[in-house]
């Protein structure tokens, strides 16, 4: 089913709209809102396929919303329903990239085409976009999250949250598509490739194992220690003491831990060798 949301401060307006495409096949309304703020919270929440919107509204007007939307990267299509035939406003929303403006009262007839011809439109670029390469087409969010994770492992505070409203997701949404694809939760993920970050520092730097701690977001080394121990089998001091770059040159010094990396070694010091180039710029 093609799922629209429904933004018009007028109750009437709403239920009237809800109700004629509610009884169109292949068509469900999958919310309503009264302005555009509440109307944000619910793009997020519901993800829809196409949004039907007034102008004129209290709070967040449809202008202001449409542009919030496209700020986050959001390309759903959005239909204009509205009351004023002023120029200026069909040249504002059509910049915004607007499938259509109709004016109030609206032709049912007319309306019931646009929608099924901007469903056709929709349907057809996802079939399109599945057929060619992922990198020319939208950003796959799952991708996004481990190019995050690279980027932001040494902040505490990242989180799946913060991602999906990044990505415009609902963070169940994405916490389910990111199992799905990786096998593992999104906490998960983080918490080992920050443990087989610092087991690489530990074994190619000589950096103080509260300094590594600090560079893979724990504050406290303590903490650090025992979900270092925990994810490896090993305390850190005696990971470093196997596997440290003097004590490995035979493969068969490596502890069995240290042969089932999740993450590529390479990449992860490549990673390391990133980090202190940025150290030594400042």
């Known amino acids: 089913m093609f799922s629209i949301l429904i933004i018009d401060d007028e109750k009437n307006v709403r ?25 944000l919270n ?34 759903t299509p959005i239909i204009v329903i509205s009351g004023y035939d002023y120029f200026s406003y069909v040249q504002q929303a059509l910049r915004m990239g607007v499938k259509d403006y109709l004016l109030k009262p609206v032709n049912r007839g ?14 057809a670029g996802k079939a399109e976009q599945a057929s060619v390469d992922p990198a020319a087409g939208k950003a796959d969010p799952v991708e996004v999250c481990k190019e ?23 963070p169940s949404h994405l916490r389910a598509l990111f199992k799905q694809r990786t096998g593992m939760s ?5 918490s080992a490739y920050r443990m087989e970050l610092a087991a690489e520092m530990l074994t190619s730097t000589c950096m103080q194992i ?9 504050e406290d080394a303590h903490y650090f220690a025992n979900c270092f121990r925990k994810y490896t089998g ?7 003491e196997k596997n440290s770059t003097e004590t490995r040159k035979d493969s068969s010094n490596l502890t069995p831990e240290s042969s089932v990396f999740l993450f590529d070694r390479k990449d992860l ?14």
């Not at 309306?111 to 439109?121: F, G, K, Q, S, T």
């Not at 690279?150 to 799946?160: E, T, V």
């Not at 090993?234 to 470093?240: D, F, K, T």
């Open 42 to 75: 619910m793009c997020v929440r519901l993800q829809p396929d196409l949004i039907l919107t007034d102008i004129n509204m209290p709070k967040v007007d449809g202008l202001a919303f449409i542009s919030r939307l496209r700020e986050r990267s959001a390309n």
């Open 110 to 123: 007319e309306l019931e085409r646009l929608l099924r011809r901007v469903r056709d439109e929709t349907e």
């Open 234 to 240: 090993v305390s850190a001091s005696a990971w470093r």
């Open 186 to 190: 999104f906490v998960r993920y983080l």
């Open 15 to 39: 239920e009237g709209l809800a109700h004629f495409i509610g009884n169109l096949d292949g068509f469900t309304v999958c919310g309503t809102a009264s302005d555009g703020a509440e109307a």
């Open 269 to 282: 010091r490549h990673t390391i060798e990133l980090q202190s180039a940025g150290k030594a710029q400042k």
């Open 210 to 218: 509260q300094d590594i701690a600090a560079a893979v977001s724990y």
């Open 148 to 170: 995050t994770i690279q980027r932001r492992y040494s902040d505490p505070s990242l989180d799946i949250e913060q991602l999906a409203q990044e990505l415009f997701l609902s």
